[in-house]
């Protein structure tokens, strides 16, 4: 298997999904990943999300097992002069700090860019704020919900008169996430040409807004202000859109002119290519109501699933509107291995949506630990001796699971 950061010691010193996710995928692409947690609780997410209610309780719910795969935990008090020191020792074992913590969290606690930089000056430092480390908004707090509301994304899904609405998945916490994994990837590639380390800054208010660019270049061009489009294609295409059928529903993205060339032909209605009304998109356009009007009336004629095997026959951008359920019964799942499943946990996770020369997905090398699971031979990895871990447990300044 292909693990272009084989050798390569993340320090994950994050909370929440963003940032978890980050070391996640780093950890995918063969990277070790250390997970500092509080010796308390842990990471917040380990007691809430999802619907695995038992889980919750034990510090292991879904929301936190979709990206603590292929971590090693260490259980710390980072607020003690001896937290302090095994911190700094491994940020001096590390090639990339990855951390979501406001600016004056960090201060507060005394990991500061300048202390980290003074500690390790190879390393990546990779940090994730809501707004990014300028600003008057640098120290707000935001999470994936605030950061879509306060982007616009809100105010563009949906309806015309519905909303704000939220979208159905935490999409700007992952593209923060995969925006990070990208960046820290690429300071890794520089480092081995000037053998110096990165200060990498993600805001997830212009993550939210590179998922928004077409949209925000096309206000900024025209000054018009865009409004819900609903499940309309982003063309605005009149031939465009979701529709009912005899059972189901059907997605179609007509485009293009011999897109619409090659609908025509699979609904059987090649007089649209000679009706005037239809012939050219501005005409169609002209008569959006008419056309969307019959193509209602066709479609109900044949289950979505009929459709959809059609389309691909005639090659019309077209797909089923499927729950979460159906979409994860797809056949086509099974062709490409995206999820790993632990089968001792009962566990199935998604990986990375790329593969390296045809190979397989890239399997997380571990299941999820449990809090400070690994904080024992962490310690030991960093030079500490039996007498020291064992001062380190006593005064709870380090906590472990074994």
């Known amino acids: 298997m292909f693990k272009p950061l084989e050798g390569i010691q993340v320090l994950d010193f994050t909370h929440v999904l963003a940032g978890p996710a980050c070391s996640y995928y780093l950890g995918l692409l063969g990277a070790d990943i250390i997970k500092v947690e509080s010796v308390s609780k842990g990471d917040s997410m380990r007691h809430r999300g999802g619907t695995f209610i038992e889980g919750n309780s034990k510090g292991m719910s879904t929301s936190f097992l979709t990206q603590a795969s292929g971590k090693r935990s260490i259980a710390l008090d980072i607020n003690t002069k001896e937290g302090k020191k095994i911190f700094g020792k491994l940020l001096e074992s590390s090639d990339v700090l990855v951390e979501n913590h406001r600016p004056k969290t960090l201060k507060k606690i005394g990991i500061t860019s300048d ?9 990546i430092h990779c940090a994730l704020t809501g707004y990014g480390r300028k600003g008057d908004k ?51 590639f520089k480092r081995t040409e000037t053998g110096r380390g990165s200060f990498i800054d993600v805001s997830m208010l212009e993550t939210a807004y590179t998922l ?11 000054g018009n202000e865009p409004k819900q489009r609903g499940n309309a294609a982003n063309s605005k295409s009149p031939a465009s859109g979701s529709f009912e059928c005899k059972k189901g529903m059907i997605s179609l993205g007509i485009n293009e002119e011999h897109q619409f060339v090659a609908l025509a032909k ?3 209605k090649e007089v649209w290519l000679v009706d005037k009304k239809f012939s050219n998109k501005n005409n169609r356009k002209k008569n959006q109501t008419l056309l969307t009007k019959q193509l209602e009336d066709i479609l109900r004629s044949k289950t979505a699933k009929q459709w959809e095997k059609l389309a691909i026959k005639f090659e019309v951008p077209a797909a089923r509107v499927l729950t979460l359920k159906e979409s994860l019964g797809l056949k086509q799942n099974n062709s490409r291995s995206f999820f790993h499943t632990f089968n ?26 449990k809090l400070g699971q690994n904080t024992l031979e962490i310690l030991k990895e960093l030079g500490f001796n039996n007498k020291d871990i064992k001062s380190f447990l006593k005064k709870n300044i380090v906590n472990s699971n074994n």
Not at 174 to 180: F, K, Q, T
Not at 214 to 219: E, K, N
Not at 344 to 366: E, G, I, M, Y
């Open 115 to 123: 202390y980290i930089k003074n500690v390790n000056n190879k390393i």
């Open 138 to 188: 640098e120290n707000a707090s935001a999470y994936d919900v605030n950061i879509q509301a306060i982007s616009g994304i809100m105010n563009l899904t949906g309806f015309e008169g519905q909303g704000p609405i939220r979208t159905g998945a935490p999409i700007v916490d992952y593209g923060v996430a995969l925006a990070a994994s990208f960046a820290i990837s690429s300071a890794l």
């Open 212 to 222: 928004m660019s077409s949209t925000i270049v096309d206000y900024f061009f025209t």
């Open 266 to 268: 699979m609904l059987g």
């Open 344 to 369: 001792d946990l009962n566990l199935t996770v998604p990986t990375l949506p790329f593969r390296f020369n045809n190979q397989k997905n890239h399997a997380p090398v571990s299941s999820p630990k």
